[in-house]
């Protein structure tokens, strides 16, 4: 698990009262009704990384960057559409906003909420509604630059 993976489960996880938060696709049993899923999509890579201005004494130089992802947030079980409605709105209150500022995740924006019924066994339809989340965050690597010791100039000047 990646830690913007780690960071959306533990922002969103509190937000959805008494109702599990699972990461999708799995391959495990399914908890029971009612439920959300959380997929982060592949991050995407905004503009150009920064490098920092320092090398520390092992030669390593951090450099810092923008990343992008979606994340799908989905809820199985009754009322679905109206659950993930309000999850919608809550998202939009400034203590929300600012728990995930401190966070270093911005979330930018919301897609609409779909009503997406799926087909179970013996032609049962499971509710579910989804919406995606766009959010940016802030990266941090290291890149192991080395470092000069020492200069030997093989030069004259006239």
């Known amino acids: ?12 996880s509190p937000m959805l009262g008494a109702e599990v938060l699972i990461f999708a696709d799995q391959n495990a049993p399914r908890p029971a009704i009612p439920y959300w899923t959380l997929n982060v999509s ?15 004494a092992d030669g390593d130089q951090e450099v810092y960057g ?23 709105d809550e998202l939009s209150k400034i203590t929300v906003q600012e728990r995930w500022q401190i966070a270093g995740v911005s979330l930018f924006n ?40 020492t200069v030997v100039p093989d030069a004259t000047y006239p």
Not at 42 to 56: E, F, I, M, N
Not at 72 to 85: C, S
């Open 66 to 88: 923008v990343r992008e992802a979606t994340a799908q947030v989905q809820r199985i079980g009754k009322d679905a559409d109206t659950f993930v409605q309000d999850l919608r």
């Open 42 to 56: 592949p991050r995407k890579h905004l503009g150009r990384d920064a490098y920092s201005q320092g090398v520390d």
């Open 110 to 149: 919301t897609g609409d909420v779909q009503d997406v019924p799926f087909p179970m066994y013996n032609n049962h339809l499971e509710p579910r509604a989804i919406i995606d989340l766009f959010v940016r965050y802030g990266t941090k690597l290291i890149e192991r630059v080395g470092f000069i010791e």
């Open 1 to 12: 698990m990646s830690a913007i993976e780690t960071k959306l489960y533990d922002l969103l």
